[in-house]
């Protein structure tokens, strides 16, 4: 069938078969479907739909546009897994969920995006580790992965190029919105990396992506089918993102506050929480652990035994980063020269955050991209971030302590600080922490 029929039938409602879909996807991969025709097609498939068959051929087409890795042949002692995220502000489950799941059997080779929008991406927050190689030559990720369990990676121009071109596509046609398409572009490069099962971490409120509970449950539940309809069993988790997960925000800065808690030090309770029970959910869904009560039992003593810490810093050094990061972050991670606590106006309680709001401060002040080609300043951001219901007042008790290149950009970061966090008289009711679970 021509470009054009296909596009066609879609927008007719007509149903889609499998050797059409991946025709289509061809198409996309090879240049001989113009950007016009793979733009009309994602408007088709926004307001049409796609059936749950559409919506599996649609994600292994893309996951077969590219290289899809192998591990069989390494003979691993445990199964291959990975977590994937929607997105947030100071989300940094990874970096201790990556090696937390080393110690624990398992074998994670993590490919991790950079930050989007005002959410905040894994890979820059590697990269503010001085040597570290994010895109590793082949052998050397299956290297790491076999011997340390776990690697953070970036994700090469050869995993689901078809995604790539048709994302850059929905990206300026209005097309990024459509449940289907959102599955099948996460999906495919997670069956890319030949997982034996996955943990979606889907978040919700003011710095999601999917702000609304009821859209992310939709998502969460499109991916789970999806994901086991395309031969890769899955757990999702719904999980808060109405304030800043964990206390920084900013690549160095979370750097900074994840080392600590692999060494032992004190965990903001959120996030190790979050941390911990996707753990727990993945490593009973893989069989590492006979349920999650258990799952969870094995994530925890993998931090209180220093067992993450170890394959963390195995991790670092095998990819080029400092043998001694986790003892002496300070002689590697850049810190900011302007540092200064943000009071507010009047004492109360943290009462409302507008998360998107704290993320794009810290794009603002260098910490995330407003142009794909835009440097990352890794040192700047916010750090000893109050959460909601916490005590705030206008001389000992900061909203946070904010990290900037320049005054200038202080100003303007505490300003946008400022307004992104209410103050109210009793503290709130905070929401659950981890809404929901889906299999
Ligand atoms: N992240 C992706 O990888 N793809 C989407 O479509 C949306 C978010």
């Not at 199964?79 to 970096?95: A, F, M, N, Q, R």
Request: hydrophobic letters at 45%.
């Amino acid at each position: 069938m021509l470009p054009q029929e296909i596009v066609r039938a879609k927008r007719d409602g007509r149903p889609l078969d499998d050797a059409t879909i991946a025709a289509f996807v061809r198409g996309i991969t090879d240049g001989s479907v113009s950007e016009s025709q793979a733009a009309a097609f994602a408007m088709a498939v926004f307001f049409r739909g796609m059936s749950l068959e559409e919506r599996v051929a649609l994600t292994r087409a893309m996951r077969d546009s590219g290289r899809v890795m192998e591990w069989r042949s390494l003979g691993l002692p445990g199964p291959v897994i990975d977590k994937h995220s929607t997105g947030g502000v100071g989300d940094k489950v990874s970096l201790i969920l990556a090696p937390m799941l080393a110690a624990c059997g398992g074998f994670v080779p993590m490919v991790s995006g950079r930050g989007l929008g005002h959410t905040g991406g894994t890979l820059d927050k590697f990269e503010s580790i001085p040597g570290y190689t994010a895109k590793p030559d082949t052998a050397l990720l299956r290297r790491v992965v076999k011997e340390v369990g776990c690697a953070v990676i970036g994700a090469t121009d050869d995993i689901a190029p078809a995604d790539r071109r048709l994302y850059a596509i929905r990206d300026v046609t209005a097309t990024v919105e459509s449940l289907d398409l959102i599955t099948a572009s996460i999906l495919s490069k997670k069956l890319a990396a030949g997982l034996d099962a996955l943990v979606m971490d889907v978040k919700f409120g003011s710095g999601a992506f999917m702000q609304r509970l009821e859209d992310a449950e939709a998502l969460a539940d499109s991916i789970v089918t999806v994901s086991k309809g395309a031969g890769l069993p899955a757990v999702a988790l719904l999980t808060d993102m109405n304030e800043v997960l964990g206390r920084s925000a900013g690549n160095a800065l979370e750097m900074r506050e994840c080392l600590a808690i692999l060494r032992g030090g004190p965990a903001d309770p959120r996030l190790y929480e979050v941390t911990a029970e996707l753990a727990a959910s993945l490593l009973a869904l893989c069989g590492l652990a006979p349920d999650a009560v258990a799952g969870r039992e094995m994530a925890d003593r993998a931090i209180a035994s220093g067992a993450a810490a170890e394959r963390f810093a195995r991790m670092v050094t095998a990819l080029g980063g400092p043998a001694d990061l986790l003892e002496r972050p300070d002689r590697h991670l850049e810190s900011a020269p302007v540092v200064r606590p943000v009071f507010p106006g009047r004492a109360g309680f943290v009462g409302a955050v507008d998360t998107r709001g704290i993320g794009m401060a810290v794009v603002a002040l260098g910490g995330g991209r407003t142009r794909t080609t835009d440097a990352i300043d890794f040192a700047v951001g916010f750090d000893d971030v109050a959460g909601l219901g916490d005590a705030v007042g206008p001389q000992d008790r900061p909203l946070a302590v904010l990290h900037a290149r320049t005054e200038p950009q202080a100003d303007e970061a505490e300003r946008r600080l400022r307004s992104a966090v209410g103050v109210v008289d009793t503290p709130p009711q905070r929401g659950p922490l981890i809404a929901k679970r889906l299999e």
